[in-house]
């Protein structure tokens, strides 16, 4: 029902990557930006901005960005991040918009013009609400600790255990021995950390054993039959 007088109606929908839940495991597909809120593994409330204004909410409550010559600067709760265009591309301020530009429709300037929006919208949702990747570690015996928030100590089958040192604006979290979650505001450096993690041990795909992103399906070989 419609809330009485000036009060908020909340409308809930489904998302396009996960529908009714049937999807929650395929990992590409979490993958793919929303094509109304570009964003990727996370969810977003969204108004009207004559209903922001009426409520209080400022775009610069949640990040700040300058913009000095070809540098682009963006500051938030979860960190700051910088950025030096490259190309003929330009970035310009209007007012709480940040609009890039390109000089003409050649292919490089076309192509360096997505790519630029597409960086410059990630440093904004990453130093506000952050980006996240999740492993998990499959195999009898493999397990992981973390020591505070920037070191990981694994064991993967091997002689030794291997330890992790997170980058700069990185921090790792173990809710179980089975599982890792990397997160930092840089979109690049969470992907890349969780990608070495992976490559620690990849799953191998007789038995599964390994490290795999959250719902990565890995392709299985039969083993040997008896005779």
Known sequence: ???????LEV???SDRTLHDGRFANSGWLQELPDPLTKLTWDNAALMAKSTADSLGVENGELAEVSIDGRQVSVKG?????DLQVGGEITVRRDGEEIVVERPNDERRNRAMHGLTRSLVNNMVLGVSEGFAKELQIIGIGYRCIVKGTDVL???LGFSHSIE?????GIS????EPTRIIVSGPDKQVVGQVAADIRALRKPEPYKGKGVRYLGEHVV???GKAAK
């Not at 029902?1 to 009060?7: E, W």
């Not at 709760?77 to 991040?81: C, M, N």
């Not at 992790?164 to 700069?168: D, I, Q």
């Not at 790792?172 to 809710?175: G, N, Y």
């Open 1 to 7: 029902p419609r809330p009485a007088g000036d009060g």
């Open 164 to 168: 992790v040192k997170a980058p700069a």
């Open 220 to 222: 299985r070989k039969a």
């Open 77 to 81: 709760p979860k960190g700051s991040l």
């Open 172 to 175: 790792f979290d173990v809710p």
């Open 11 to 13: 409308v809930f929908r």
């Open 153 to 155: 100590e694994m064991q």
